[in-house]
């Protein structure tokens, strides 16, 4: 803190907000000053703005809160353990259970892919034989659904998860924690897209069979695999580790890679395996996302925390938590999303934004590290300019900059981690997500990508249900 | 010596790790300074130079490995090296990429940062000094409409801090030779000012700077400080840290005249002072002033003389105009009969008010601003009788830009006033500066050559205050001499500028004066 003696014994370093004019002037005379581009708060919404004045008695508390949660996230490091059937590991994965991507929803609710895929985990996991007897038993109320994340599970797209899937489990050591998350099918006809046809159970089937225990025992004779330090890597190499992931593909085939010749099994499995890895440049996505999950997870519960801890879609609804509102889901219409289509393809084909995989800009990844992957700013048809623009405009509804992950674009800044409702609101900056778009029917697939908004409408709930929740009546 | 530090988990690009070894290893003169990633190759490497332990041998690649030998303080080294990483993650201020949006992301960005300036909109402008309070930062506020319960609550927290909470509504201060919002580019020096008028403190601090001073401080309080309702806090904690401060020499208060409970604690403040300390609170109170050992300045001019000359300067310019010449006074004795009134256009509401308190004993001046009821303009826009105008009020800045910046509005009620044949005097100020419009006099120029024919008595006179130094981007000097050639007699202080309309109206025909 700065007394009037010291300003009166040095010069004034001065941060300027509103008429530009001002700042001009002292630059012009040589002194410092940093011009802010103001803009009113909460966009101007005076019932926004009052909920935060609400809060302000509490903001010692809240950023307390919110430095534990993000302290927590930065302390966990996430290791990749094994890869195992999912009913096996995944709590409460029963038979006659499907997890699927985003808040929860019913058969009747969900979007034209996510059904499709449901009745695609139906056809693989042998409870139906033909589509139309897949369809009766998702209708008879048979099946159980849930959310991924009540199961500490995500998934891309529909992140459909039925038993016999296998899932990468990852693990916190300090912590305990641990999150799963199904291994990436490749682009095209695919079941996280809504396919369900028998290319689509083929893969599956083979994934199941040879793909499982060929990288479990890799990744068991490595001793482990650190996501971390590959993220780190991989965001100095263009990806940002949501939609591009060809340098961490790479790096994490680079740490298996070693081990394959000790692995016990015919070798046309094992080329099998390498070349459907090593083909696929989102395959680290899902480890991506399961890292990004067990971090969250350490920032849940904290009292007194505005930290959103997920944001997840269902291809209908967009929901977000926040760690001191525990379980609670706050939703909204989840949006269209803004990209480049595939050719043939259009904005009226696409499916509403969908999947699990924002639990990476939820992390502090994604398109917060945007900066850090240049290359895919094509797809918003931006410049390298705009790339930079986005992670620099999630500084401001941020918490922390995690300087594991620094970013070489900006002079190796942190990327912006742990997003803080209260400035989501007050600055009217909704965070940025970087995703794949799904065509609304299912089993087309992927038919773009390009970046979306979360819903305004999730953080004003989650704002109103904080103020209930911590600042007691007639204050 | 040698020293090995494994950091687990911590990865950092080469190029950052080495870069931070090579000057760590030149700032303690080490043999030898690593810093790799725990890769096998990088552990084959620190093997050859001698810096391989057991920690290393069983860190893996996601570790950081720091390793000094030398004979400095290889543990201070290791520190070092460690802080040179890591500072190289954070971020760096200024550059022209860098886009602020917010004042948080601001203070955090420039954690050196001492003073936030702030002219948002009034309703939002509380919440952004709150914030910058809370983080040690000093504030001022530009803006207007915050209530006073704010006003208060902001200034009592930041006297609770030690820090200074300039306004709201303050036009004007200058911090450490920086012109903060409106001020003027003055001479640094020992004189410190504490104004709860805007332009009062530009006034008295071009003043100090044109009779030879200079300016430690100045600090603006907004006009409502020394109302009860605030108590002079700003003021108050404002002076007594002048008072401590070694580079002041002399102290300025210039205020509108405090409320009685604000009064007597600038008072007190007064009496207790172990430096000299001018007081200008316009409209008098001369006598509690020297009682309590102040000195006393009747105008903002005379503010500026006696603290000039209090800080040990002798002055050796001229007072800042001389008579008036007598061609004037010619053409005052033979001005039109029927042209009798003054018209004062004022865009300082200061230097308006200063108006009003020394003309009051000569005539009955009205105004928007006007200090009796009676004397209150019916319609701010249409003058009557002697009429003093304050074009910086409300009424006439509602949507559009103050006319210090502006000046269109003033130039078309200059062109009404010229045309009005009851008009014998009329009085322009200028206030110049950092904020202010780039050429205020040249603004007016074609509105005055177009309506004034000569001296000939048919046309009134025009008079000019022109507040500046010659630093000021629009330096007082040029604007003097385009005021010159415009026929127009300027002065370098308000006040002077009112003892000529006062000399001139005094000179007028006898059946042409008027009360």
């Keep these: ?475 | 010596m040698k020293q090995v530090q494994v950091i687990e988990n911590a990865y950092f690009d080469s190029a950052t790790l080495m870069a931070a070894a090579q000057l760590v290893k030149r700032e303690y003169a080490l043999k030898e300074s690593v810093a790799v990633m725990a890769t096998d190759a990088n552990k084959a490497l620190l093997r050859d130079v001698d810096l391989l332990s057991d920690d290393v041998d069983g860190a893996r690649a996601r570790d950081l490995v720091l390793a000094v030998r030398g004979d400095a303080d290889v543990d201070a080294a290791i520190a070092s090296l460690d802080s040179r990483i890591r500072s190289a993650a954070q971020p760096v201020a200024g550059g022209e990429a860098q886009e602020v949006g917010t004042l948080g992301e601001a203070l955090k960005l420039v954690p050196e940062s001492n003073l936030v300036l702030i002219s948002v909109p009034g309703r939002y402008a509380v919440e952004e000094a709150h914030q910058a309070l809370d983080e040690g930062r000093h504030v001022m506020i530009f803006s207007d409409n915050v209530s006073i319960e704010d006003e208060v609550a902001l200034k009592t927290k930041a006297q609770e801090n030690g820090l200074l909470m300039m306004g709201p509504d303050c036009g004007t201060a200058i911090i450490g030779g920086a012109p903060l919002a409106f001020a003027n580019a003055v001479r640094r020096g020992s004189i410190g000012i504490v104004a709860a008028a805007g332009t009062g403190l530009q006034e008295v601090s071009c003043l100090v700077d044109y009779y030879g001073g200079g300016v430690s401080q100045g600090i603006g309080t907004g006009g409502r400080d020394v109302k009860d309702r605030v108590g002079g806090l700003q003021m108050l904690q404002s002076a007594r840290a002048l008072l401590d401060d070694a580079s002041t020499e002399v102290l300025v208060l210039v205020s509108k005249p405090p409320q009685p409970q604000t009064f007597a604690r600038i008072m007190d403040l007064i009496r207790t002072a172990a430096k000299p300390v001018v007081v200008c609170m316009l409209g008098g109170a001369r006598d509690q002033v020297e009682t309590a050992g102040g000195i006393f300045a009747g105008t903002l001019e005379e503010a500026a003389r006696k603290a000039v000359e209090a800080s040990g300067v002798v002055i050796d310019v001229p007072a800042s105009c001389a008579e008036l010449p007598q061609s004037i006074m010619d053409a005052a004795a033979r001005m039109d009969t029927k042209r009798k009134y003054l018209r004062a256009l004022y865009t300082g509401g200061t230097l308006c008010y200063e108006a009003l308190i020394q003309l009051s004993d000569a005539i009955d001046l009205r105004s928007n601003i006007a200090l009796r009821e009676d004397l209150k303009l019916e319609d701010s826009f249409t003058s009557a009788g002697h009429t003093a105008v304050d074009m910086g009020e409300d009424e006439f800045t509602d949507g559009r830009p103050h006319p210090m910046i502006e000046p269109s509005l003033r130039a078309e009620r200059l062109a009404q006033e010229l045309e009005d044949p009851e008009v014998a005097v009329i009085l322009l100020d200028f206030v110049l500066g950092f904020g202010s419009h780039h050429d205020p006099v040249g603004a007016m120029a074609e509105t005055i050559r177009l309506h004034r024919v000569d001296g000939s008595g048919s046309s009134p006179f025009i008079i000019a205050s022109v507040t500046g130094t010659a630093e000021d981007p629009q330096s007082i000097d040029t604007q003097l001499i385009q005021l010159q050639e415009l026929g127009v007699h300027a002065y370098r202080s308000n006040a002077q500028a009112l003892d000529a309309v006062r000399t001139i109206l005094a000179a007028l025909p006898a059946d042409a004066q008027s009360k």
């Design chain 1, 1 to 475: 803190m700065s007394s009037m003696k010291t300003l009166f014994e040095s010069e004034p370093i001065v941060v300027n907000l509103g008429l530009k004019e001002f700042a001009g002037n002292l630059a012009e005379r040589g002194y410092e000053v940093t011009h802010v581009e103001w803009k009113p708060p909460a966009g101007g919404d005076d019932e926004l703005v009052r909920l935060l004045q609400k809060l302000r008695p509490l903001a010692g508390q809240i950023d307390e809160a919110n430095r534990t949660a993000v302290e927590r996230m930065f302390a966990v490091n996430p290791v990749l353990t094994e890869i195992a059937r999912a009913g096996d590991v995944v709590p409460g994965l029963d038979d006659y259970t499907i997890l699927h991507a985003g808040p929860p929803t019913s058969w009747e609710q969900m979007c034209g892919p996510l059904k499709g895929a449901v009745l695609g985990a139906i056809l693989f996991e042998g409870w139906a034989a033909t589509l139309e007897e897949a369809e009766n038993l998702a209708f008879s109320g048979k099946i159980r659904f849930d959310s991924c994340h009540h199961h500490s599970a995500v998934g891309p797209m529909t992140g459909v998860l039925p038993p016999s899937m296998p899932v990468f489990v990852v693990k916190d050591r300090a912590s305990g924690g641990v999150a799963f998350a199904s291994l990436n099918e490749g682009l095209g006809k695919v079941l996280r897209f809504g396919a369900n046809g028998v290319e689509v159970l083929e893969r599956l089937a083979f994934m199941r069979d040879e793909l499982m225990p060929f990288l479990d025992t890799l990744v068991r004779m490595a001793g482990g695999i650190d996501v971390k330090p590959i993220v780190s890597q991989a965001l100095q190499m263009g990806d940002e580790c949501h939609n591009r992931n060809k340098a961490s593909s790479a790096l994490l085939l680079k740490e298996l890679v070693p081990h394959v010749p000790r692995v016990d099994m015919p070798v046309e499995a094992v080329e099998r395996c390498l070349s459907f890895v090593s083909s696929n440049e989102h395959f680290f996505l899902n480890l991506s996302m399961a890292a990004a999950k067990v971090t969250m997870d350490a920032a849940r519960d904290v009292d007194f925390s505005t930290l959103v801890t997920a944001m997840t879609r269902n291809g209908t609804d967009f929901g977000i938590s926040v760690s001191g509102l525990g379980n609670c889901w706050f939703t909204a219409r989840a949006k269209d999303v803004d990209g480049l289509f595939f050719p043939g393809y259009g904005p009226e084909d696409a499916n509403p934004d969908m999947g699990d995989s924002t639990i990476t800009e939820t992390s502090g990844i994604g398109g917060f590290a945007m900066a850090g992957a240049i290359p895919i700013v094509k797809f918003v048809g931006g410049t390298s300019e705009d790339a930079l623009r986005f992670t620099r405009s999630m500084y401001g509804i941020t918490v922390a900059e995690n300087s594991a992950y620094g970013l070489p674009a900006l002079n190796f800044r942190g990327t912006p981690t742990g997003i803080d409702i209260r400035k989501v609101i007050a600055l009217d900056e909704l965070p940025v997500l970087n995703t794949g778009i799904a065509h609304k029917e299912a089993g087309i697939g992927q038919i773009g990508a390009g970046v979306a908004r979360a819903p305004h409408e999730c953080f004003v709930k989650a704002l109103r249900a904080f103020v209930n929740e911590y600042v007691s009546e007639g204050e």
